[in-house]
């Protein structure tokens, strides 16, 4: 039983029990992922927005690791699906195979065996290593929660959840994901390089004595009621239009954007995009134990939102200007509050 | 029924907290409008200390400042905030991560997750966390103006730059047609007593018509007042000059044989006051005497003048006498025939001329004499043709009898041409021109010049009069006109009265006199009444004033307080009776 189905169980204390189990869960992983809060945390954005994350870094920085260890700790069917040029959609959404059994059968039967994506938590390591169309098979299920094999539909085990990771470093013999559909991950979240404390921790955990592989810390239901109550967190028109103002300003033409946005954009971020700000911001202050979003919250989900859905020209590129870079100055210009109300708050 | 009531207490205590933050900004606005209307205020008072305004810079200001927050009142309602933006600033101030904005803005949808943190947030303790701050920067304007608007109504008014004085009489005038500048020009039809004095006469009379012709054109008013004076001085000097020292003992001598005769004692004061015509005019009255023995008398006393002034040396006053013997003996003449001819047509005039040659007959004078003429010129109108044969042979028959008894030889000579007349055929006009020429009165040539030269002088003044300026008495001739020696006078001082018009007193003209301090002033003057413009009665007053302001206002100086016992202060002075007036006016503040 959840909070939820409890009688009588108010939003306030869901709201308290979300946080708790979220801090729990934190907790579980960071006894296998040494350091990486911040990563954790976003993953975790994802997972409670009912989103799916792309992870970026560089190999060995612990994201397979995390993905398991993740999926360890939430009690969810976890399955992991390595992406090489030669697979195939059927490799990943599975097939129906015809089966020659018993004398009395004639001609034999088929039978699903179902592909790795009808996991709940799911690993696509590397996916700009496969090609378009494999890579379709996936972001369709991402999209839809639903496989169809041999024209028939096959609804996937909720929550569904995918993680998927980027190797920046080999770009060779790769196919990056299009722009329409790295829009389907809620997040792009980047591992970055751990710093020397951290790499001292790995190695102390990762060299000795097998470590600890946490249990279950949250059920299945305990995952959906976290995604539900995520939709239940109040947003304000304010903050809705913060949102909108954001995605609005990567916009190259519209009248808010920046002469840096002008200069580096060639595309910037659309509906997905604000919806996923919103969302992304539900899951940051549901977390923190919130029932309300705050600007603060949107601001701080800005980039792993809009770093996937903003495409540099080439003036951008040439001059090396990132893409955070042009998120940061675009939650620097555009204002939270009207003008009117800043100056106050301000003082003047 | 709980939801209900965390919304009610939610919006109550949201009012509260809108209502405080709303009241603080317009407060803030109103201030702010304040400061502006004061910054506007201080240039505004001095400006009007600029235009040496005393008593409103302040109020100006204050005006100012007014204004400025009544502004700022109205933008503050145009710019009010509304909920949503209140909720924002307070999310802010109290750090509730937008729980009241989001409260606000879903009101009594949404879970109520919102409401409870607002509510919560939004309690009595944390009220001063939430004021909109009052003050600003720019509010220390406001006392800062107001005492830079307190100095400057303090400043005293600046004083006038000096403005320098144009020369008085610089400007142009430009008249058309200078009143008595005619005056001056008829001298041209006087005779002269000698043909130089005529051309002279003449001379200025040209130049008289000069000037009206520059002023017509344009001309500085010094220099036609300069031209004018110097018109009027060479009048006084054609003056006869009958005091001076070359005739005063013979005018004495003269004045005294006049004197010995009661008849003619009032032309002797005439004379004596070197007043020819009046004198002439007392003659022609003697000559008009209706007792020949009178008219005798007059004449003989005349005679005896005439030889008295040449015998003390006073060549130009006896000759001036003996012209004024012929002119006596040409006025008799002319009485005597108009008197003999009303005699004779006493039968035919009407009542009125009867009366008027009773007049005639007792006080000769003029008047009498012209409607003599008149009654005698209608009765000869009335008269046939026979009628005037018949009295112009009864007076030819006189006329070889000896004629009327006494009468002259010019009397004998204006009958016979009177006689002539009225025989000639249609002789009215004629008739009536000798009627009128025995009626006209002939001064002397002495006396008609010395009138058209008073008349000439009298232009001149009257010229300078519309010129904006007063007339000094009389020109600055050469000669004295008239007055008895001093001895004869007999009065202190001599006649000097004419001699200072026109000359700048001794005094220091330039700036201001200190005051005095006194008690009463007191007028004391000796004025003789000179021929000439009469004095001037009117007088503006000068008091002092504040500085910058207009000195031309009714001071109530010393000058105002008078003693009991006085009236305009000149009442115990030696100023002649016929002068008080004026002189108290000339006092007057």
Redesign the interface.
Known sequence: MTAATLPGTSFELRVSQAKSDCDRLKRAVAQVIVGQEEVVEEVLWGLVAGGHVLLEGNPGLGKTLLVKTLSACLDLAFSRIQFTPDLMPSDVTGTNVLLVGQESERGGRFELHRGPIFGQVVLADEINRATPKTQSALLEAMQEHSVTIAGTRHALEEPFFVLATENPIEMEGTYPLPEAQLDRFLLKVLVPAPSEDVLTEILSRTTGKAGVTPGAVLQKEQVLELRALCREVEVSGAVLRYAARLVNASNPDAAEATPLVKRAVRFGAGVRGAQSLVLAGKAVALMQGRGQVSFADVTRTAKPVLRHRILRSFEGEADGISVDAVIDELTASVPARPDAVERIVQGQ | MAGAAESSDFKERFGRFAGRVRRR?WLRYVLSGACAGAGAGVPLALVLWWLREPEYRLHAFALATLAGALAGAVLAAR?R?DD??VA??L???LKT???I??A???GDT?????R??AAEALSDDRENATR??LF?RRHALLPLCAALAGWVASLPLRELPPVAAKPSGAEQVKLENLAGLEQIEALERLHGLTPEQERRMKHLAEQARELREALRRGLEKREALSRIAKLRDAIAAEKLTLGDQENRAGLDAAVAELEKRALTAKAAKELSEGDLTAFDEEMQRLAMLAEQKDREAAREALKDAARRAREKGARSLADALEREQRALEKAQSKAEALRELARRLEGAMDESGREAARDFAQSPNPEAQRKLAEAMERALKRLTEEERKKLAENLRKNLEGGGPGGASPMTREQLEDMAKRLEQKGADKLLEEQLRELAKRDPSEDAARERGLGEADRGGAEAQRGLGVIPTPGGQGQGRPGGLSQERQGAPGGPRGGDKSGGEGPGDHAGETKRLDAEELRSKANVRMLPGAPMHAASQGRAPARAGESANQLGTGVLGDVGPGEVSAVEGTEVPEEYREQVGRYFEP
């Open positions: 900004l710019r905030l949503g933006a924002l600033f999310d802010a101030r991560a937008e729980a904005v989001t606000v803005e879903l949404g879970n109520g997750w919102s409870r943190v909109p701050r600003q």
